[in-house]
């Protein structure tokens, strides 16, 4: 198989309902990390690193900021001449309700494109993947459909897990929905599949005919019908489900075996550039084991946080174990400790903020404090 035979969709939206919080002005694909990345960078980097060169992201709602983040797909060496990235967006004006009905809705889409093969992904996951791995696995295999998969415990927020088990080879020999695990490792299936085009549009036009649109139910139902095996993703992988995993994830940042495990020079990953200053700081300021981004002015103490571009934090503040997003401003004196802050939030001298490592505090982007 090669590679540019594959055409990749990636769902924008995923888990949106289980992140109120970040997802009320934006997909979750667009949600900020690291301090200069969206969580859409790292499924484009990987598909684009892979050699995919026609995406098509596909979003319900409150997609302008993935917009402007991902532009024509330049950032992501995908607006050349063989290669092209799609913002898919509601049609009529209505909501996607669910998969199946999503992925009929851009069948004009899909028939059109000439890849014989289609990589859906999810955009609330963040891993540095060689999908090249995953061809040559399908096509030794001759497989119909091919699930990516992590062995793990299922993090907090998936009250709907898609788990297999599989034989030596790889075949799927089982699909269970909602399983009773606790905290048992299993193999769990976050949204990535392989799938031969002429399959997928064939399952779905079956699926409505029969009013089917429980999509995990109906893979279930066809396990016997195809050729099915899953690919396991032994690198670093991170689901962001909750505010809480999306705090996690960001701490993570701050060890050096993560920061090494997603940040491959050889697959690296790609993001729009915004043209900042280097952050400046001042005589009195104190930095450790932070993630800081360009344009900043940090006057004060930061420890353990992730701070965006354009953050000012004032004299006298001490910042501990927090996110703060791009554009914030910090005022003097002012103690945050777990506290997440949105885009363009103000909080004004002499605050104080504390949660806690399980319940971190969010303010809305443009709040004022």
């Known amino acids: 198989m090669r590679s540019n035979d594959v055409l ?7 888990m949106s309902d ?17 301090g200069k990345y969206r969580l859409i960078d790292f499924v484009l980097s990987n598909m684009s690193n892979s050699g995919v060169n026609n995406v098509g ?37 209505k909501n996607f309700s669910n998969y199946i009905e999503t992925i009929y809705n851009m069948h004009g889409y899909i028939d059109h494109c000439r890849e014989e093969y289609v990589l859906i992904s999810p955009g609330n996951v963040v891993t ?20 990516v998969y992590r062995r793990g415990v299922v993090p907090a927020g998936y009250d709907r897990p898609l788990t297999v088990e599989t034989d030596d080879s790889g075949k799927v020999t089982q699909v269970r929905i909602t399983p009773e695990i606790g905290d048992v490792e299993v193999n769990q299936v976050y949204g990535s599949m392989l799938i031969k085009k ?29 050729k099915v095996f899953a690919y396991e993703n032994t690198g670093y992988t991170a689901v962001v489900s909750s505010i809480n995993s999306y ?4 701490m ?3 060890k050096k075996d993560v920061r090494d495990a997603l940040f491959n020079p050889k697959r690296p990953i790609y993001t729009k550039v915004r043209d900042d200053a280097p952050s400046r700081y001042g005589l009195d300021s104190r930095v450790k084991n932070s993630i800081i981004a360009q344009g900043c002015v940090i006057d004060g103490e930061v420890e353990n946080c992730v701070i965006s571009k354009g953050v000012y934090v004032g004299k006298g503040a001490k910042l ?27 909080v004004k001298d002499e605050r104080s903020l504390m949660g806690f490592d399980s319940y971190p505090i969010y303010i809305a982007k443009k709040s004022v404090v």
């Open 57 to 93: 992201i596909i979003a319900k709602s409150n997609f302008l900021s993935l917009t402007d983040h991902v532009g024509s797909g330049s950032a992501y060496d995908l607006s050349k001449r063989r290669s092209n990235l799609t913002l898919l967006t509601p049609y009529d004006g």
């Open 128 to 147: 540095n993947f060689d999908y090249n791995a995953l061809f040559d696995f399908h096509s030794k295999n001759d497989a119909d459909v091919t699930f």
């Open 8 to 14: 990749g969709l990636v769902f924008a939206d995923t």
């Open 320 to 346: 501990s174990n927090c996110i703060i997003m791009q554009d914030t401003k910090i005022g003097k004196d002012t103690k945050l400790n777990y506290v997440i802050i949105d885009k363009d939030v103000t």
């Open 198 to 226: 002429s399959v997928l549009m064939e399952e779905i036009r079956n699926a409505l005919s029969v009013n089917q649109l429980d999509a995990k139910r109906h893979i279930q139902m066809s396990l016997d019908k195809y």
């Open 18 to 34: 289980k992140i109120p919080e970040l997802s009320a002005s934006r997909t979750v694909a667009s949600i900020p990390i690291g």
């Open 252 to 254: 993570d940042l701050m």
């Open 247 to 250: 705090f996690d994830f960001n």
